[in-house]
Each structure stands twice: as C-alpha cells, then as structure tokens.
C-alpha cells in the first residue's frame, strides 16, 4: 500500500546502515526536493456549490486528460485463463503452491482477496460530476510523482470495474477491498454541499456486480483522496472542521449501501496519511495556525475524532456488518540483542506507528503514553473524558496493512539525548528503522529500487510480527488487510513474457502465505482474511505507474490486463487451502 499504496511509501525515511561492525552508522534520509507546489491560500477560495464553483476547484489543478471511452465496459463471460504456468523450481528446492503445507486449511469462511484504491485505479478524475483530490493536485506539482505520471486515466477502473471483477473472481478471489472517492460522493465535500447522485449510483452499480460474481466488497471511506474543496476552505484534516463533513459523508454512505457492503474501513493506514501532508507539497495547504512540526498530530486528533464519530453513526444506524480502520508499519525487533536502549526505541516505534491509532481505539482511548510524555499539549492535542470513551472500543477488528518487519535502533547518540532535545534529527519518535542485521546481512529480500527504502521481502519475521501484534492489541478478528511486492526492474521489461514472469512477488506472496497458515494453526492468531497488494499495476502515490505492485500487468496504451504468475499462483494456493 504501499504500498506507495502502502505504508511509508509517502513519507521521508530514516534508516541506519552499519559501515562497519562497530556501532558507527551513517544516516541516510530520502527526501523529495521542495520546490515550486503551487495552491491558494487556505480560505481564499468561497463556498460556491454552483458548476461554476467546481470549475473553480478544477482550475486549481488545471487541464486533466480525458479517457478514451466513457462508458461502462460489459466483459464476455467466462473470462479466458492461461495455461498454468510451469514449475519455477525443482520439487526438491521449492513446493508448488497446492503443495505448501497440504495438510493445513484456512477457516471457514476466510476472505482471499485482492486490493485496490480509488485514486491508483479509477482514473475518469473529472467525469460524472466528481469534484478534484489533493492527488489530482500533487500530480502536477514539480516532483510531486517521480516519473510525472497521473491518476486521470490509468487502469480507468471507474468503466472497466466489470472487467476487473470477472477476472479476480475467474481465479477464485472472494473479496476485493477497494476505496470509495470522497469527491465523487460530495464534490465539494462539505455537510452542506449537495451530493452527487452519479457518484452514489457508480459504486451502487460496483457493489452489485461483485455481489452477482461471488467478490465480497470491502469498503474503505478514505485512502488518502481527500477532496481538494475542504483542503482549499479550511485546510482539510488539519482543521477540527474535517471531522462533521467526514460524518457526513460516511452517512450518506452508510445509508446508501447497507446491507450489501458488510466490511468497512474508515481509513486506510492513518499515521501515513498523516505523516504526508506534513511534507512537500500538501504543506503548502495546512490550517491557519498549523505547521509542518504539528501538522501530523494535529491530522491524528481530527482524524481519529472522525473515525470516532463515523463509528458512532454506524452503530447508531444499525449498519449491518463491521468497521474498524488500516493500521500500517510493524512493531519492530530490536537491532542489537539485550541493548536496552533498542529495546525501548521498539516500544516508541510501536507506539508512534501503530499505537497512535490502535491505543485508543483498543485499549485505553487515549494516546500512548510515550507520545504524550514526549509531546506538549501544543503539538498532540489532549482528549477529553468523553473522546476518550468514543475512542474506546470504536473497532470491531484489527487490520494490519504487514508487508514487511525491520529492525529497530535507538539513536546513535542514545535515547536520553534525543528524548531530551527537540532538536535533535530524530526527535519526537527517537528511532531509526535498519534494513540489515548488526553483522551487515539485510532483513530481507529487496524490491524495486523505488521502493527499496521502505519494503524488504521478511517471510522469517511475519509470524512474531502478527504474534506482537495481537498481544499489544488484542482482538477476536484479525485481516491482513494489504500485502505484497514491487518486482524488480519490472517498469523497465517491454517483452511480455519477461512481466508476467513476477518470480519475485509470487515467492513473496507463497512464503507469506505459508507463514500465515502457521500462524492460524500453530499461534492460533484469529486470521481471517488477507487481500493482495495489488488486483493490478496501479498509480503508486509519488513513484507513480512505475511501482509494479499489481498481479494483473495493465498496458497503458491498450488498457488490456494480463495475469501474471503470482496471480495463478494465488488461485492455485487458495483453492487447496480454503475450507470447503
């Protein structure tokens, strides 16, 4: 997710590197070069719900391109499989993937699914009536997205929906997770903004064909779009207004499709979320009073106040089904053994990156105490009594988006002294992530170079990674809601063949999968589902199409979707594995 759809994907990232087997490290910090984002004053632009206010939002985004049909594509069923592919390996190398762990089954009823988000997939950006996101903004701002890449077309899932449904279900996928736009609900986001009909009516219509072809939908209420009209008004999730126009808008939802969606998130990995428009270029659209150092605990306050309040309808509603939200990151293991120093960077780490969001609303309502001993009132706004009693048990499950586990290291200089200094490079969270063991070995296996500074490949760490997870924040349902893989140099083949030969990802997804039946039988972890990063190749965030995340190839001349290895190999895992 992210990842990016994923987690981290958005951020800048710190990480240590021995450059030696000494304790000496170098720092390496992956930043994006600020320069020239362009947006109005926050404020400056009036409420005006006319056509003539939408164009307005539009101009500030500029010319999209169109796509190149218009309307909804009905695929001819049954849709074509290829041949299996051939063994990768020697049986006495590598099992098949009917023939890992023959013996073990997942529960009843377990989610095999795939994910997707609205602004990667959809594309039709301006069609029937949706208002502008941030994304369609931060497309076009000088390195905002790596290789200068768009969302205004790319798979244009928003009219190839059917075709994407037939094909997931032909190998036997039984859920699909996927976002709904904010924008396309309410253009110009606000309670008392009108709805956009056409908007409602599209995921009516997507909701239904996945229910006719036996795909669950999994509904997310934000990934990340948020609707460039309330970021323009009042500075989106860094204003306390955010939170009765989020209500607002879940309700509407909520009221449209109950009974049909029985799985919902209100957001998808949070802490990212809020971490990224902190940095270049949604810095630029902070709330009066708001800035770079507070923005992403400013963003936590109001976005778990909304969680909270989406929550409350939900129930008050009676909406058939579960909600809860994406958490992102890892709980982390100590880089060096019995240092006491890396011990407690774990517990900031786990604290600041899931505890953040999963203390309130698993344990406690409140913040973490490392973060609110570490953070003034000015930067982590308090809760109050009764806040904390909605926080409280405002999830009916926990989802972890788990695509990989690192290390975790205290500063060099120690904790004491960057806790004490809030000057210090690390500070507030005083941790580094490591991506190699104390003797130099790295912890996993690397993707694609536009990922590598967050993803490694860690089947070995996945099992205590869920296992940690469940004793932090213990619940009776557990979903692996986003996992998976960039293919090495996969943006760079042209031959078809050398595609959709994904071995990378397909030894990713079958060792995690392994793991994960381990973890079901062996640590009796209450996993119920996980859904595949991606159904398809997609629009990853900042590194834009060139991220291959998807386990369909999607050719961005024609459109045409191919199945790749670790597609078949999915189907072929799953259909062994799943209880009858």
Known sequence: MLSCSLPCKMQPRRFLLPASTTLSFTTIEVVV???????????????????????RLWDVVGPVEPPPYTTTRVPQLPIPLPSAPPALYPSWFSPTPSDILPNLTLPKGFFFGVATAAYQVEGAVKNEGKGPTMWDWNSRQPNGVVDNTTGDVVDLQYFLYKEDVARV???????????????????FGTADSPVNQAGLDHYSDLIDYHLQNGVEPVATLFHWDTPLSVQAYYGGFTSPRIVNDFVNYAKAVFKAYNGRVKTWYTFNEPRVYCSQIAGYPFNVSLAPGVNSSTAPYQCEYNLLRAHAGVVKAFRDMKIEGEISFKNDDFVGIPWRSNNTDDAAAVERHAAFRIGVFSDPAYKTGDWPKIMTDTLPPSYLPRFTEQEKKDNLGSADFFAIDSYRTQFIAAPPDGLAACISNTSHPLWPECHSVV?????????????DPLSDSWLQATPNFLRQSLRDLQARWPTKKMYISEFGFVEPFEELRTDLFRITEDVTRTNYFMSYLGEILLAIHEDKLPIAGIFAWA????????????AKFGIQYVNYTTLERTYKRSALSLSEFFKVHLEK
């Open 169 to 187: 279900a032909a190998i036997g996928v039984n859920a699909h997770a996927f976002s709904i736009s904010w924008a396309r609900i309410f253009p």
């Open 33 to 55: 070069t600020p320069t020239g984002a362009n947006f109005p004053p926050v404020g400056s632009i009036p409420q005006d719900f006319s056509p003539t206010g939408l164009q």
């Open 535 to 546: 159904m398809i190749d997609n629009a990853e965030w900042s590194s834009g199409t060139s």
């Open 435 to 447: 991506l190699v063991d104390p003797n130099g070995w790295a912890a996993g296996i690397s993707p």
